[in-house]
């Protein structure tokens, strides 16, 4: 009975460490486990939300106005306090003495339609859908949202908070690594009466954000206030890439995607646009940050479209250990990591050796853990440095190699995986003969046959490739048999679903253009097919290729091939 009506009567002071620490058995949410040095942010942490906004802010603005003619009086020259938070906007601010409004009238809904591939039956699509975020206006009369908002679109609309219209909105740029999209408006009658948003700084932990979207619940705009927990590379889910990003604990849901995250002091920090969700974990939601999105923008504005996040075509491996550090001839005051595979289309291939100790990236010194110095008592990953870069750039690398320090400069690009994470936009490949679909994998591809699980679902050596497999030419590519459409020519094979080609005719397949290319020019009396798991196919030229357009016609397809292999 003591305890509880000691937790009674402390409530309203510090509700959060007590709720923090009583919320399960398994271990506490990632804000307590930030990457800050200082013990003062133990402490910063301890202030809740609700007591920095509520219990605070209204006491002071309440009280201090009343003693303004009495401080006059007397010649005092104290600053005039701040107007009652309560009689403002929700998503306001303080700053110094006055309250910033961040812009909320530059905040829209974006609505999209849809309408994706169907990966498994590539020569349609699937039926269209309809979906909704949020999106913010930036100068030169742009607008920034979410790359998966309008990913497979049709059409986009925007519409203008306490509007009743809907304008048509046309996608300048997507860049599918880091979640942004950029669109516009041709209608002057949107513009009117917008101010853009401007960008601030990366904020610090702790710092309080304030996320405002459309998100599910309803139809107006919506506030959510929180601060800064992590700040980190961390993986952006629809791109399947790692990039700078920051966790923040307040509430991000479906619809808020795209939506601005302001400062206190009315800028903007960041573009909400994923949330982790999983039983162990509340309130953790990422935003994307000012540094990723100035690189987007300026990409767009430098090339004229988006060109991509450079990358070290390199796999590496840490140096913690010091026998490992010795047996490699680092000296004691050396730190690295090794480069244990370099991809062999990249044109780091060229100057770089595996088990070459990499030092430093552009004059920054790697640690055996492979972060670099970040700010004030914060590291990250090296990784940082080179997302910072544009496709094309040069940079400096020093590294290790038979104990002699060499020094390359690099001209970085981005690169792909033999099994692509997207496909832009564009539709998928394939090529029909005698009912064998032949298609290139991709993750989307994955993702369509064996679902969300297909991590878990998908054949093991698919798995595999995708994880480990490098790519020995640009224009490689993984091609499988999808399917075998049923007819009296493939009687036999029907079972063969999801098995890679291997070889036609004795010659290996480099990618399904050159597939597609050698089966149609084969004058050979067998078309043969060597696929994995030591499993051919074998089918009479002539009498496969006549049976192709009845299958075609069976199955209301209209080419034998994707528009892509036509060319």
Same mark, same amino acid.
């Given at each position: 009975?003591?305890?509880?009506?000691?937790?009674?009567?402390?409530?309203?002071?510090?509700?959060?460490?007590?709720?923090?620490?009583?919320?399960?058995?398994?271990?506490?949410?990632?804000?307590?486990?930030?990457?800050?040095?200082?013990?003062?942010?133990? #402490?910063?942490?301890? !202030?809740?939300? !609700?007591?920095?906004?509520?219990?605070?802010?209204?006491?002071?603005?309440? *009280?201090?106005?009343?003693?303004? /003619?009495?401080?006059?009086?007397?010649?005092?020259?104290? $600053? $005039?306090? @701040?107007?009652?938070?309560?009689?403002?906007? $929700?998503?306001? @601010?303080?700053?110094?003495?006055?309250?910033?409004?961040?812009?909320?009238?530059?905040? !829209?809904? +974006?609505?999209?339609?849809?309408?994706?591939?169907?990966?498994?039956?590539?020569?349609?699509?699937?039926?269209?859908?309809?979906?909704?975020?949020?999106?913010?206006?930036?100068?030169?009369?742009?607008?920034?949202?979410?790359?998966?908002?309008?990913?497979?679109?049709?059409?986009?609309?925007?519409?203008?908070?306490?509007?009743?219209?809907?304008?048509?909105?046309?996608?300048?740029?997507? *860049?599918?690594?880091?979640?942004?999209?950029?669109?516009?408006?041709?209608?002057?009658?949107?513009?009117?009466?917008?101010?853009?948003?401007?960008?601030?700084?990366?904020?610090?932990?702790?710092?309080?954000?304030?996320?405002?979207?459309? /998100?599910?619940?309803?139809?107006?705009?919506?506030?959510?206030?929180?601060?800064?927990?992590?700040?980190?590379?961390?993986?952006?889910?629809?791109?399947?890439?790692?990039?700078?990003?920051?966790?923040?604990?307040?509430?991000?849901?479906?619809?808020?995607?795209?939506?601005?995250?302001?400062?206190?002091?009315?800028?903007? +920090?960041?573009?909400?646009?994923?949330?982790?969700?999983?039983?162990?974990?509340?309130?953790?939601?990422?935003?994307?940050?000012?540094?990723?999105?100035?690189?987007?923008?300026?990409?767009?504005?430098?090339?004229?479209?988006?060109?991509?996040? /450079?990358?070290? *075509?390199?796999?590496?491996?840490?140096?913690?250990? $010091?026998? =490992?550090?010795?047996?490699?001839?680092?000296?004691?005051?050396?730190?690295?990591?090794?480069?244990?595979?370099?991809?062999?289309?990249?044109?780091?291939?060229? !100057?770089?050796?595996?088990?070459?100790?990499?030092?430093?990236?552009?004059?920054?010194?790697?640690?055996?853990?492979?972060?670099?110095?970040?700010?004030?008592?914060?590291?990250?990953?090296?990784?940082?440095?080179?997302?910072?870069?544009?496709?094309?750039?040069?940079?400096?690398?020093?590294?290790?190699?038979?104990?002699?320090?060499?020094?390359?400069?690099?001209?970085? @690009?981005?690169?792909?995986?033999?099994?692509?994470?997207?496909?832009?936009?564009?539709?998928?490949?394939?090529?029909?003969? @005698?009912?064998? #679909?032949?298609?290139?994998?991709?993750?989307?591809?994955?993702?369509?046959?064996?679902?969300?699980?297909?991590?878990?679902?998908?054949?093991?050596?698919?798995?595999?490739?995708?994880?480990?497999?490098?790519?020995?030419?640009?224009?490689?590519? =993984?091609?499988?048999?999808?399917?075998?459409? #049923?007819?009296?020519?493939?009687?036999?094979?029907?079972?063969?679903?999801?098995?890679?080609? =291997?070889?036609?005719?004795?010659?290996?397949?480099?990618? =399904?253009? &050159?597939?597609?290319?050698?089966?149609?020019?084969?004058?050979?009396?067998?078309?043969?097919?060597?696929?994995?798991?030591?499993?051919?196919?074998?089918?009479?030229?002539?009498?496969?290729?006549?049976?192709?357009?009845?299958?075609?016609?069976?199955?209301?397809?209209?080419?034998?091939? &994707?528009?892509?292999?036509?060319?």
């Amino acid at each position: 009975m003591g305890d509880n009506k000691r937790k009674r009567g402390r409530k309203p002071k510090t509700p959060t460490p007590e709720t923090l620490a009583t919320t399960s058995a398994s271990p506490p949410p990632p804000p307590t486990t930030t990457s800050a040095a200082d013990d003062e942010d133990d #402490v910063v942490f301890s !202030v809740s939300n !609700v007591e920095i906004i509520d219990p605070k802010s209204p006491r002071r603005g309440r *009280g201090r106005p009343k003693k303004l /003619p009495k401080l006059s009086e007397n010649g005092a020259h104290d $600053p $005039p306090a @701040a107007p009652d938070p309560t009689d403002s906007d $929700p998503g306001t @601010a303080w700053e110094g003495g006055a309250r910033v409004v961040p812009s909320m009238d530059a905040v !829209v809904k +974006v609505f999209c339609t849809h309408t994706e591939p169907n990966f498994s039956l590539p020569w349609q699509r699937k039926r269209q859908f309809s979906s909704s975020s949020s999106g913010f206006v930036i100068g030169g009369r742009r607008v920034l949202t979410n790359a998966h908002s309008v990913e497979h679109y049709t059409q986009v609309k925007l519409k203008k908070r306490g509007s009743d219209t809907k304008y048509l909105a046309t996608v300048l740029a997507i *860049g599918t690594e880091c979640d942004i999209a950029m669109l516009t408006v041709d209608d002057d009658e949107f513009w009117e009466g917008v101010s853009p948003v401007e960008f601030g700084e990366l904020p610090a932990l702790q710092d309080a954000v304030t996320v405002v979207g459309y /998100p599910i619940g309803g139809d107006t705009i919506s506030v959510t206030s929180g601060v800064v927990s992590r700040i980190e590379i961390l993986s952006y889910v629809h791109g399947s890439t790692e990039l700078l990003g920051l966790q923040i604990d307040a509430a991000i849901n479906s619809g808020n995607s795209g939506g601005p995250a302001f400062n206190d002091k009315g800028t903007c +920090v960041g573009i909400a646009f994923q949330s982790l969700k999983h039983e162990d974990a509340e309130n953790i939601g990422y935003v994307i940050p000012t540094p990723v999105i100035m690189h987007f923008i300026k990409d767009y504005e430098k090339n004229g479209a988006y060109t991509g996040f /450079p990358i070290l *075509g390199i796999e590496w491996q840490k140096m913690e250990n $010091p026998d =490992l550090r010795t047996s490699m001839g680092m000296k004691p005051d050396q730190k690295g990591v090794r480069i244990r595979r370099i991809d062999p289309t990249a044109l780091e291939s060229q !100057v770089l050796k595996p088990s070459d100790i990499l030092l430093s990236f552009d004059g920054v010194n790697i640690a055996n853990d492979g972060t670099v110095p970040f700010r004030h008592g914060e590291r990250i990953g090296f990784s940082y440095l080179i997302s910072q870069k544009y496709t094309g750039d040069n940079s400096k690398v020093k590294v290790l190699r038979n104990s002699e320090i060499l020094s390359f400069d690099i001209k970085l @690009a981005s690169h792909k995986r033999l099994i692509p994470s997207h496909i832009k936009g564009r539709p998928p490949s394939y090529y029909i003969v @005698a009912g064998f #679909v032949f298609t290139a994998v991709s993750v989307p591809y994955l993702r369509s046959e064996y679902g969300k699980d297909y991590e878990f679902e998908a054949p093991v050596k698919l798995l595999d490739k995708m994880l480990h497999s490098l790519r020995q030419s640009p224009d490689e590519q =993984l091609v499988v048999v999808s399917q075998v459409l #049923v007819a009296d020519i493939n009687i036999g094979y029907e079972d063969i679903v999801n098995t890679q080609v =291997l070889a036609f005719n004795g010659k290996p397949v480099k990618n =399904l253009k &050159s597939l597609a290319s050698m089966v149609e020019n084969c004058d050979d009396e067998f078309l043969k097919f060597d696929l994995e798991y030591q499993q051919v196919a074998v089918l009479q030229t002539k009498t496969a290729k006549a049976a192709t357009l009845d299958i075609l016609a069976t199955h209301c397809i209209p080419s034998a091939m &994707s528009d892509d292999l036509k060319t």
